[in-house]
Nanobody, 126 residues
């Protein structure tokens, strides 16, 4: 079992930055690939970015490429999402998720993830 807790959300003006954290507890964090998803009001949950268990492979949605950066610190059992140049369309609840994986695998579908955090709200004002 893995428990995930997101933090770092908030209200920011367009063009600003936020860094989200996802703290894990329970089983060995490094055994899991991590991902960030988001869900805006009235919309379906969408993939944002994923990172392999060893941090050596990442994959970004086109909508955030060049603006967002995912990273992880396995010693601290924490994944991070640095979000720069935020836009109003980035407003959503952001969720981190963990998927059993190995090597350089990343996962783009929510169905591949085994554990989810409770989410943190990110609001970008225009």
């Amino acid at each position: 079992q893995v428990q995930l807790v997101e933090s770092g959300g908030g209200l920011v003006q367009a063009g600003g930055s936020l860094r989200l954290s996802c703290a894990a507890s329970g089983r060995t964090f490094s055994n899991y690939a991590m991902g960030w998803f988001r869900q805006a009001p009235g919309k379906e949950r969408e993939f944002v970015v994923a990172i392999s268990w060893n941090g050596g492979n990442t994959y970004y949605a086109d909508s955030v490429k060049g603006r967002f950066t995912i990273s992880r610190d396995n010693a601290k059992k924490t994944a991070y999402l640095q979000m720069n140049s935020l836009k109003p369309e980035d407003t959503a609840v952001y969720y981190c998720a963990a998927a059993r994986g190995s090597g350089y695998r990343v996962y783009l579908s929510g169905h591949d993830y085994d554990y989810w955090g409770q989410g943190t709200q990110v609001t970008v004002s225009s």
